[in-house]
């Protein structure tokens, strides 16, 4: 069973909009959660880690979490088309943010001009 | 700052056949991972090693071998090609929390 489940697998919003990704983890080992961009044809590239409950925020992109809940959410606020990759949410456990990641099946997003 | 490659960047194989895949970092990191991609998906992970000739299995490690003989290198070898196999193999590494990603090998199978 995979450890890291990822909705929607794809979401379409309007150059803009608000895009909300949502990320939870079934195993209580978890305790740090990654976010990854990958933008077509290219590799993935770290965008926001957040290791404590609450909420971060670097720039239009804001990161939540409950670790209670083993959930994590990335919202993008004015969405652009160049906003347009696979959103990948990974996660550590074990009580180490050092070595293996888990990552989920990534959700598709489409920001339409 | 450093750099992964990975090579080569496409790789053809016949059903049945021996391939490895080969990657260099220059960040001086400590871990590598070899991760597949399939099309529009998440990661897998294959193989990764903390150190130099270590090895630790990912959850997809069955018809791979891998290869850590030097801190900057770490090859992947697939063991026997299956017919139809198409996937992107991401090489990676980290000393701490981020990992760094190369360009990846398109493997296509025949």
């Known amino acids: 069973q995979q450890k890291v489940q990822q909705s929607p697998e794809s979401l379409i919003v309007p150059e803009g909009g608000m895009a909300s990704l949502n990320c939870t983890s079934s195993?209580?080992?978890?305790?740090y959660f990654w976010w990854y961009r990958q933008h077509s044809g290219k590799s993935p590239k770290m965008l926001m880690?957040?290791?404590?409950?609450g909420e971060k925020e670097e720039g239009r992109f804001t990161v939540h979490l409950n670790k209670a809940s083993l959930h994590t959410s990335l919202h993008i606020r004015d969405s652009q088309p160049s906003d347009s990759a696979l959103y990948l949410c990974?996660?550590?456990?074990?009580?180490?943010?050092?070595?293996?990641?888990?990552f989920g099946a990534g959700t598709q997003l489409i920001v339409i001009p | 700052g450093g750099i992964i490659t990975q090579t080569p960047k496409f790789l053809i194989g016949q059903e049945g056949q021996k391939l490895t895949l080969k990657c260099q970092q220059n960040?001086?990191?400590?871990?590598m991972y070899w991760y597949r991609q399939d099309s529009g998906k998440g990661l897998r992970l294959i193989y990764y090693?903390?150190?130099?000739?270590?090895?630790q299995k990912g959850d997809l490690s069955e018809g791979y071998d891998a290869s850590r003989e030097k801190k900057s290198s770490f090859s992947l070898t697939v063991t026997s090609a299956q017919k139809n196999e198409m996937a992107v193999f991401l090489c990676?590494?980290?000393?701490?929390?981020?990992?760094?990603f190369g360009p990846g090998t398109r493997l296509t199978v025949l």
């Open positions: 960040f001086n990191h400590d871990t």
């Open positions: 880690s957040i290791f404590s409950n």
């Open positions: 990974a996660a550590s456990m074990g009580g180490s943010a050092l070595g293996r990641l888990h």
């Open positions: 195993d209580r080992n978890v305790d």
């Open positions: 990676a590494s980290s000393r701490g929390v981020e990992q760094y």
């Open positions: 090693s903390i150190t130099e000739n270590d090895l």
